[in-house]
């Protein structure tokens, strides 16, 4: 048995505080947390044992109390109140094992032993395996609360030790909770001569760094801002590894600055338009545009706007308190790139337009975009693939406005009374003098739609947001035309949520499924269910499975879950009867190769289980059935103007669909990437779980290396 397997120790659950108890009478209480986590929160401690030490311990008792009350666990839908838990012996070694507790429910308690290697044979490979990284992290978000929750440490001497371990209050002795905050509170270290604690908050892990706080960035010029939007019911936890692992591909050029928005927190049912807004209003205040003379108008008619998440109000308040540390726009930033997982892609499109309008161009004039990237995005809605009970439940507010908008409604006439009085009362033109009087700022908020205070061009008009978003005069199309590349990673199959042909736009021209999926292809299992995977997706929310020892050993070997990767050049859409009509150039399909392509994206190595997919030149056959009549080329020209309300009210979500793919391949090429997970994959593609989500971690590291974020 290797030292990997035996440091491991045990893990168990116990539920009764009395057993919890009995084991405290031999060990000796070195680290004490009291921490108030917020639901989609994550907290780290860098645990070392001192080498003086290692001879006298015998292992480490890790004890994690949810602390919420008991009757949380049967109000899931304010939570959910829940916590998981992953211990990482020498984390900073590759490949590691780690202890993983995936749900530790209301006022339970869980216990992890680790054991000490007392390095007798003094063999080198030791080092830093007396180290350990304890992670506690809440799970998928649907309402905004904190989690009270107790951490302690214990060390057991070891057998026949002569070294009493004697508990002293160290110099910080401040373990209180801060109400309603993560922040500010740190651990108590009772054996500080024993045991070294490093500890970070959920700010300090996902908060944004200052352009002028980044290390080695020289004159602070020519820096690449990276966003990261998480879908719905998300948090920045959910895009907290794709930014890890950007950072560490980047850390050698200094230039590249990540940014996890979480400003939609809790928020995201509230339609694409006001989670729209919040994003553009967070990209213009870190890029500095808010400090300008059009800058501030645009801030005070947006202050009462509602925010939905205390973490980033912290953050805009650090950005603001010391102007004169803090440089003008755009703050040495010169490029752009964006990325978005499932709503979050969608959020991010309305976003470039609504900042394009209400900067006049001037934003995307000084700061040239690069990528833009979609991952499990319903480009085209849903409906259209799935049940009809699910689109008629979207349509009718089952998650709000947002869902409508998925759905493909026409947007409602109490939804636009909202928007045009609440444009009415604050004059939101940035041409406009803008008020700052109190009691029209009072007036513009008491709408029904609270946070969307701002009219632009994308609001107008009752026709679906997906559609307007996508037609060629909008002011997002125009922008999503500026990009370097646009990208878009599309789950083939496993993904009960967003379905493969809504998020590569009606898929890849010679990706043929039915070949992939038969015996001559390249999956390793048959082609699910449409009710087998939202069995899969159901089973993989409420009961989270630990990865085998067998996949975290053998993850460098693993085959890359990208099978296909096409350039699909514009004027290259789908027909309504299925088949593809290239108009401006030819559609290249290659598979993964290396090297640098003219738009400076890098591509993955070639990956081997991808060879035996057969490319077909032919279209992609179809589960879905396809309308006869009509044509991509006659729809072309219908979708160069907006359409009036009866010309689209009429038509099915499939008709419309191809409409919004339509308008994205008009005038624009899209890089579409296929990914083949085989567990759920909706998250696993951007492992919104580290330790739990493994599936994921190449398809992240695809994107990682693929693009040129420096």
Not at 521 to 532: D, I, N, V, W
């Amino acid at each position: 048995m290797d030292r990997q397997t035996s440091g491991r120790g045990r893990i168990f659950i116990q539920f009764s505080l009395l057993s919890l108890d009995a084991f405290k009478l031999n060990s000796v209480l070195a680290i004490s947390h009291k921490v108030a986590l917020s639901v989609g929160g994550i907290i780290r401690y860098r645990l070392k044992l001192l080498p003086s030490q290692a001879k006298n311990i015998d292992k480490l008792q890790f004890c994690i109390r949810n602390s919420a009350p008991i009757y949380r666990n049967i109000t899931p839908s304010s939570g959910p109140w829940k916590i998981a838990v992953a211990l990482v012996r020498n984390p900073d070694k590759l490949p590691v094992v780690p202890e993983l507790v995936p749900s530790i429910g209301c006022a339970q308690v869980c216990r992890l032993d680790a054991l000490v290697n007392h390095n007798d044979d003094d063999d080198d490979d030791d080092e830093g395996c007396n180290e350990w990284e304890l992670e506690v992290l809440s799970e998928m978000i649907l309402q905004h609360n904190w989690i009270d929750i107790l951490i302690e440490i214990y060390v057991v001497p070891r057998a026949g030790s002569t070294t009493p371990l004697e508990a002293t209050t160290a110099a910080t002795d401040n373990n209180s909770r801060a109400e309603g905050t993560d922040t500010e509170v740190q651990p108590k270290v009772l054996l500080p001569t024993v045991l070294s604690c490093d500890y970070k908050d959920t700010q300090t892990i996902c908060g944004p760094v200052r352009p002028e706080d980044v290390s080695g960035a020289g004159d602070e010029e020519g820096l690449h801002l990276v966003l990261l939007t998480h879908g719905i019911h998300g948090s920045w936890l959910d895009m907290l590894y794709i930014k890890e692992q950007i950072d560490a591909h980047n850390k050698d050029n200094g230039k590249t600055i990540t940014f996890l928005t979480d400003t939609n927190h809790a928020g995201t049912e509230e339609g694409i338009q006001i989670a729209g807004q919040r994003v553009a209003m967070d990209i213009l205040e870190w890029t500095g545009y808010c400090d300008t003379e059009q800058g501030q108008q645009l801030r005070k008619a947006f202050a009462l706007a509602a925010s939905k998440s205390t973490t980033i109000s912290a953050t805009t308040s650090t950005l603001t308190q010391n102007k004169t540390t803090i440089k003008p726009f755009p703050r040495g930033i010169s490029k752009v790139s964006i990325i978005g997982h499932s709503l979050g892609g969608l959020i991010n499109m309305y976003a470039l337009g609504f900042v394009e309008e209400m900067t006049q161009g001037a934003f995307f004039r000084t700061i040239q975009p690069v990528h833009f990237i979609t991952l499990a995005s319903p480009l085209l809605g849903v409906g259209f693939e799935h049940p009809w009970v699910l689109a008629y439940a979207l349509s009718h507010g089952v998650i709000g406005q947002t869902g409508k908008d998925l759905a493909l409604a026409n947007r409602s006439s109490k939804l636009k009374s909202s928007i045009s009085s609440a444009s009415s009362a604050t004059s939101l033109s940035t041409t406009s003098t803008l008020t700052s009087d109190k009691h029209s700022l009072t007036t513009s908020t008491s709408t029904s739609a609270p946070g969307l205070i701002m009219e632009c061009a994308l609001d107008k008009g009752s026709e679906p947001l997906l559609l307007a978003m996508a037609r060629p005069g909008s002011t997002s199309n125009r922008v999503l035309k500026q990009f370097v590349s646009r990208t878009s990673y599309a789950n083939i199959e496993n993904d009960m949520a967003v379905k493969f042909n809504t998020s590569s736009m009606m898929g890849i021209p010679s990706f043929d499924m039915d070949q992939f999926f038969s015996p001559e292809g390249a999956a390793t299992q048959p082609k699910r269910s449409l009710y087998h995977s939202a069995l899969v997706s159901i089973l993989a929310l409420l009961l989270p499975q630990i990865p085998p020892r067998a996949k975290f050993l053998g993850i460098a070997d693993a085959p890359s879950p990208v099978v296909i990767v096409e350039r699909v050049a514009a004027g290259s859409v789908e027909k309504l009867d299925g088949t593809f009509e290239t108009q401006d150039a030819t559609t290249t399909a290659m598979a993964v190769t290396t090297g640098v392509d003219a738009t400076g994206t890098k591509r993955n190595r070639k990956n081997k289980e991808a060879g035996s997919v057969k490319k077909s030149t032919a279209s992609s056959n179809r589960s879905t059935s396809r309308p006869s009549s009509g044509s991509a080329s006659d729809s072309s020209s219908r979708s160069s103007s907006p359409s009036s309300t009866s010309d689209v009210s009429a038509k099915s979500r499939l008709e419309i669909a191809l409409l919004v793919s339509e308008g994205y391949h008009t005038g624009m090429d899209w890089t579409k990437i296929g990914v083949f997970i085989e567990h759920e994959a909706h998250v696993q593609i951007i492992v919104r779980r580290k330790w739990y989500n493994l599936d994921g971690w190449k398809c992240v590291q695809d994107l990682a290396e693929r693009f040129n974020f420096s």
